[in-house]
């Protein structure tokens, strides 16, 4: 469904992205794991359209993405969840919500995608007429996650969706994601930490230095050394 | 005695119809100031030239026609100017580093060649429109002008629909979502560019009617508009950056404070005292009234 190819990219004279080539067929959970620094944040927004590859070529569906931007890539239902999140601070958890339905693909759907956030992140019903900025940093999250799935996705590309969160509250981002893989979704998963990611992926990807180091299973990683260690050590 | 005491409503009355049209104008540099973040240095011109539209147009057509009529040939006129000028002077310069001292001073030239073709075209008489409205109405011993009224009344349905727009229709609410965090709205799926050149666009159309409105009693002159663009950073800044209720709060407040200071004191004062007013409210309050942004 995703195929990235040779992808290059850099911030001016420093390299960040180093010939990195992966896919995520349909109905797949990709997780990709790397010590912070080295690239997964920077692939994620260039496969989702907010940077231009240097060089390289990004295939979604069938279809060459490097040069479309953002708010035409969500349309084709590739939905990216940022880890600044970027939410509407003096907009109401609703109203953010139903911005997340703002694309074409995702209007009709709008209140069928509504009721169903509701039921996956319960608070968020709660809350549902507070303003943004008053969210705590968990909640902030369960929303930023939840507008995503407002925009109708057929592939989710998520920026480190446990970070600062409540354990218990991270085991329930990762069984939403479950739910929402059990609806036909693809899921591209940019991680920090190994723990639960790695249980529910069904390959993972570890990234060092801007490039892909190893892509195979959790299994595979743990039976190679070299691997091993990074893996247990991120 | 008397006088002094009589001329208080009057100064109400003036203050409220002169901050009303202040409010128009003020609102289109908030809105452009909270979508594009940059500052319009030609929101003056859109101003005079709204209202040298409005006189021109009868000259150009060799007959008169009734106001809404005009307005409705007006209006969709300056909003096509306010979004071409978006494409041409605005948005090629998004792209440089510097882009906001950039676009800054491109629209300042923009504004330059506006006023100066206003001079050439026009002339530097000053023109003038009949009022809007005619009559008078007797309340006692004092009279309130129907123009006035009228002035106010439009202003206020300008003020409402923009109200509506941005948060009742699907537009209005991307506009709203561009200015609180750009990356946020083409995360999912605002077509950034066409915002821009929408705001670009409704400003102009608020900053004309400004223009129309106060152009019956203010006249009309090439270089017009940059005296009520001044005020306008005032009102932004005293209703604070990224409060629409501040702006069109701290527009009636200071338009009643002109009408006093004209009443009692003398126009040439009125500029001082506003500043007087700006700063003595940022020290008790930096942000303005209800500011939300530094």
């Not at chain 2, 800054?104 to 003038?128: E, H, M, N, Q, R």
């Not at chain 2, 666009?201 to 106060?214: K, N, P, Q, T």
Request: proline share 4%; net charge positive.
């Amino acid at each position: 469904m995703l195929r990235v190819e040779k992808l290059n990219f850099s911030y001016g004279e420093i390299q960040v992205l180093t010939d990195v080539s992966f896919q995520v067929n349909e109905k797949e959970f990709v997780a990709i794991f790397g010590p912070n620094g080295h690239g997964k944040s920077t692939l994620l927004k260039t496969i989702c359209g907010l940077q231009s590859p240097i060089s390289g070529s990004i295939e979604y569906g069938g279809k060459k993405i490097n040069t479309l931007p953002v708010q035409e890539i969500v349309e084709m239902g590739l939905v990216y969840i940022a880890e600044d999140r970027h939410l509407f601070p003096d907009m109401s958890v609703s109203d953010n919500l139903r911005m997340g339905a703002y694309n074409r693909n995702a209007r009709a759907k709008e209140s069928e995608n509504l009721d169903y956030v509701f039921q996956l992140f319960p608070k968020l019903k709660l809350l549902r007429k507070q303003v943004a900025s008053s969210l705590s940093g968990g909640e902030a999250r369960m929303l930023a996650i939840g507008r995503g799935l407002m925009s109708n996705p057929k592939f989710l590309a998520i920026d480190e969706p446990s970070f600062g969160l409540a354990p218990n509250l991270c085991l329930e981002v990762f069984r939403n994601i479950e739910e929402i893989r059990k609806r036909g979704a693809s899921v591209l998963l940019v991680e920090q930490s190994t723990t639960l990611a790695s249980d529910y992926a069904d390959r993972i990807c570890i990234m060092e230095d801007g490039k892909i180091v190893f892509s195979g299973t959790k299994e595979e990683a743990l039976g190679k050394k070299e691997i091993r260690e990074v893996f247990l050590g991120i | 005695m008397d006088t002094w005491v009589y001329k208080i409503p009057s100064a109400l009355i003036d203050g409220v119809t002169i901050g009303s049209v202040y409010a128009l104008m003020a609102l289109g540099l908030s809105l452009v100031f909270g979508v594009t973040r940059t500052y319009n240095f030609a929101h003056g011109s859109f101003y005079t030239w709204g209202a040298y539209l409005m006189w021109y147009l009868p000259v150009l057509l060799k007959r008169n026609l009734p106001y809404p009529v005009k307005f409705a040939i007006v209006v969709p006129i300056m909003f096509l100017f306010g979004w071409i000028f978006e494409k041409i002077v605005v948005r090629p310069n998004r792209k440089s580093p510097n882009w906001i001292i950039t676009v800054l001073i491109c629209t300042l030239a923009a504004a330059l060649i506006f006023d100066t073709t206003a001079l050439v075209v026009f002339g530097p008489l000053s023109k003038a429109i009949p009022p809007l409205f005619e009559g008078k109405i007797r309340l006692g011993n004092f009279v309130v002008y129907v123009n006035d009224l009228g002035v106010f009344a439009i202003a206020m349905l300008a003020i409402s629909a923009l109200t509506l727009f941005l948060n009742k229709t699907r537009q209005g609410t991307a506009m709203r979502a561009v200015a609180q965090d750009l990356t946020g709205a083409k995360i999912v799926g605002v077509r950034a560019d066409k915002i821009f050149g929408y705001s670009l666009g409704i400003s102009a159309v608020l900053a004309a009617i400004a223009g129309i409105l106060a152009a019956p009693k203010y006249f009309i002159s090439p270089m017009g508009g940059w005296v009520p663009y001044i005020k306008s950073f005032v009102i932004v800044f005293l209703g604070g950056l990224g409060s629409f209720k501040g702006t069109v709060c701290a527009a009636f407040i200071l338009g009643i404070v002109e009408a006093m200071v004209v009443i009692y004191l003398m126009k040439a004062w009125v500029m001082p005292v506003w500043f007087v007013v700006l700063i003595g409210i940022l020290i008790l309050r930096p942000k303005g009234l209800f500011g939300i942004w530094e």
